[in-house]
């Protein structure tokens, strides 16, 4: 008896190699599709331009195991060849050319930033070769009419605009007028966070709220107090930091040192800073804004579950270990998930139908719902705030997502 | 400008806000003092304008906060960085800086500009671009109804640069080293001829300079935060701040270097965060534009 049962798992153990085996070599028997990618491997966007690669590699894994890309009745893996853009504009436009010219590139993905991404996209877009991009959320980069650029992610001027609308709620069960809500508003000078003030500026107008400081942050950011001694003076309630991990790091660290005291604080950036790793409790009930969260509820066929996300691209990375898998991963490999799905649904690899593939895009993934507008933009995913609630990121905002209630007012830690 | 005539009415409205900026002005100042003192000191004595100055800044503080990371109590990161940097400091006027001494600006301008770049990316590379500090386990005091706030690690951080900049001077002053460094300013040659080793001078003077930068790069990431790549602000204001002061004239460097932070803080609550560099800048050309006037007075032969 014992021996058969030996026998058998050892059986059905060799099978489930065999068939481990034959999956491999059905993947290795696929031929390469090649796919370019300039992104930033060294220079001040480096940690970004890495979790957007590991979050592109990790899907062109999982799509290989999952038996790969079939186009008509052939099979097709991924290989993407890299160039590292050193974080710079004029790098990125170069080797966008690179890729196209020499290396025969005919589908790109994405850099990281909307500036990159701002310096590449008219190299696409003179060569007509369609590019999926998942790290540059400035909204102008969807008015200058591109065809050949597509974004899976949520434009920049939605990241805090949610923020203004929770302010105003709050306004009117504290019995007041929304437009009595006064603003702070500090954002480095920089395409995206420009477009988040706009964004919130937009939507303060919209209840006649105030803007009672509005300022613009240097690039090489480490002290702030000067505006936080205005939001002393000036007690505004809600204030909107932009200037990504440096600016949330500044920002948290000086409101914790200053006492600043603003019932409703909403940054972003916050876990690219680990701002509760290195503040601890400053950190308590400030708001940030995430593209997306492992604790949401979407899912598709791929990857499962955005929970189920998280967790295996921990074990395929160890190093993510104890940190939160950044949101920059999961869009990067939700890219890849589309043009995965448009190769598939044009059967051909013509750029041009790719192309209208994907434009006709309507997916649902683990990282949100993706369709595309005529400028390129995702329009089907909200953006969500989370607040952090003892350390822990809740998702408070939009209320459909929401697994927690808003602290309100923030008391000074 | 409804925004500037509005924030210059809060200071007269709140006048302790005033108090509040210069304290964060000086506060900063002094740091800023600190890496202007190695500039002027490299500057004066072999008449190298470090464009790296500031990465040594940052590597200085990325060697502490690396060494807090491993346990290391982070007051202890001070003096660790100035003797790990006076280390970096050494081999790098070993390798570039001895062969550019003697000529002309523009090769030791290119020569610590690549320097800068080198040790930007290293320091990318080994500990990534994002944004470090060290939090420091103590309290912060409140004065004037909570509107100055004084955080005790901030005090602990100025102290700690003070000391470390009456040590240089007594040590300038008063020790052979010093005397050494002093003649060989002056005239490098004569010093050769009384039998002053001026090669181990340079080399000390640089290292010197190194451990300086590093120590006021140990206190910044206790203070305030640190990036690969922000190394250029500290090189832009001691290069304003020793323009202004002038070299071999230390009190002058860090009455200026407090100076410039105070007048940034105001600048940044008039105009807008935003402007703080921009006065800076501002300020060198207005000293360059003084200095220049008050030489026209002087009578110069053509030499």
Redesign the interface.
């Given at each position: 008896m014992k021996l058969s049962t030996a026998i058998a798992s050892c059986l059905s153990g060799a099978a489930l190699l065999a068939s481990g085996w034959a999956s491999v070599a059905n993947a290795s028997d696929c031929e390469p599709l090649r796919l370019g990618a300039a992104i930033s491997l060294?220079?001040?966007?480096?940690?970004n331009g890495i979790h957007a690669k590991n979050g592109y590699e990790f899907a062109i894994k999982k799509i290989d195991e999952a038996g790969g890309v079939n186009i008509g009745d052939k099979c097709y893996n991924f290989d993407v060849t890299y160039y590292d853009d050193e974080s710079k504009g004029d790098r990125g436009a170069t080797l966008a050319e690179r890729l196209i010219n020499q290396d025969k590139i005919q589908y790109m993905l994405g850099p990281y930033s909307s500036g990159l991404t701002k310096a590449i996209a008219p190299v696409t877009e003179k060569y007509k070769i369609p590019m999926v991009e998942a790290e540059g959320a400035s909204r102008s980069l969807f008015n200058k009419g591109y065809k050949y650029l597509f974004a899976v992610l949520s434009t920049s001027e939605q990241y805090l605009a949610s923020a203004v609308a929770l302010a105003a709620e709050k306004a009117e069960e504290a019995g007041k007028d929304p437009s009595s809500v006064k603003i702070a508003v500090?954002v480095e000078?920089d395409p995206f966070s420009l477009d988040i003030r706009a964004g919130v500026l937009e939507d303060a107008a919209k209840f006649g709220m105030k803007a009672v400081i509005?300022?613009?942050?240097?690039r090489?950011?480490?002290?702030?107090?000067?505006?936080l001694?205005?939001v002393?003076?000036?007690k505004p309630d809600l204030l909107i930091v932009s200037g990504h991990?440096?600016g949330a790091?500044?920002a948290v660290?000086q409101i914790g040192?200053?006492?600043i005291n603003v019932p409703m604080i909403a940054i972003t950036h916050c876990e690219?800073?680990?701002v509760t790793g290195?503040?601890?409790d400053t950190a308590n009930d400030i708001l940030c804004s995430t593209q997306w969260a492992e604790t949401l509820s979407y899912e598709d066929e791929l990857f499962g579950s955005a929970a189920n996300y998280e967790t295996e691209f921990k074990s395929a990375y160890p190093e993510y270990g104890d940190k939160k898998v950044p949101y920059q991963t999961a869009q990067a490999s939700a890219a890849v998930y589309v043009f995965a799905d448009a190769f598939e649904r044009a059967g051909t690899l013509d750029k041009e139908a790719v192309r209208d593939a994907i434009a006709a895009t309507d997916l649902q993934t683990f990282y949100g719902a993706i369709k595309f507008s005529e400028a390129g933009n995702n329009i089907a995913k909200p953006m969500v705030l989370r607040q952090i609630q003892n350390g822990a990121y809740n998702v408070v905002a939009p209320s459909k997502f929401a697994s927690h209630e808003l602290n309100w007012p923030r008391e000074a830690q | 400008m409804d925004q500037i005539v509005s924030n210059i009415s809060l200071l007269f409205e709140f006048p302790v806000v005033n108090l509040k900026i210069l304290i964060d002005g000086l506060m900063i100042g002094a740091l800023f003092a600190l890496a202007a003192y190695g500039l002027a000191l490299v500057w004066g004595v072999m008449n190298v304008k470090n464009l790296a100055q500031g990465d040594f800044v940052i590597a200085g503080g990325y060697v502490a906060w690396w060494l807090a990371g491993l346990g290391l109590p982070p007051l202890l990161g001070v003096p660790a960085a100035f003797i790990v940097m006076w280390g970096i400091g050494w081999v790098c006027y070993k390798l570039v800086i001895s062969r550019v001494i003697e000529r002309d600006l523009f090769t030791s301008l290119l020569a610590t500009f690549g320097l800068a770049i080198m040790i930007a990316q290293i320091l990318n590379l080994l500990f990534g671009s994002d944004t470090q500090s060290i939090k420091l386990p103590y309290d912060t005091i409140y004065l004037a109804d909570g509107f100055i706030d004084i955080p005790i690690a901030k005090l602990i951080g100025v102290c700690m640069a003070a000391v470390l900049a009456t040590g240089v001077i007594i040590f300038m002053k008063r020790s052979r080293m010093g005397q050494a460094i002093r003649a060989t300013a002056q005239d490098a040659r004569a010093a050769r001829v009384m039998g002053i080793d001026t090669e181990k001078v340079y080399a000390f003077t640089f290292s010197l300079n190194s451990a300086i930068c590093g120590a006021a790069g140990a206190i910044i990431v206790m203070v305030w935060l640190i990036q690969p790549f922000y190394g250029i602000t500290y090189a832009i204001r001691s290069f304003v701040i020793v323009t202004a002061a002038g070299l071999g004239n230390l009190p002058g460097v860090i009455a200026a270097g407090l100076g410039i932070g105070a007048l940034e803080q105001y600048g940044a609550h008039i105009f807008g965060i935003g402007y703080q560099q921009a006065i800076a800048v501002l300020l060198l050309l207005l000293v360059l534009v003084i200095r220049l006037i008050q030489q026209r007075r002087k009578r110069q032969s053509l030499q």
């Open positions: 060294t220079g001040k966007y480096a940690t500090a000078n509005d300022e613009k942050l240097p090489d950011l480490s002290d702030m107090s000067a505006i001694t205005k002393k003076l000036l991990s440096k790091a500044t660290r040192e200053m006492r690219a800073a680990d290195k503040f601890g | -």
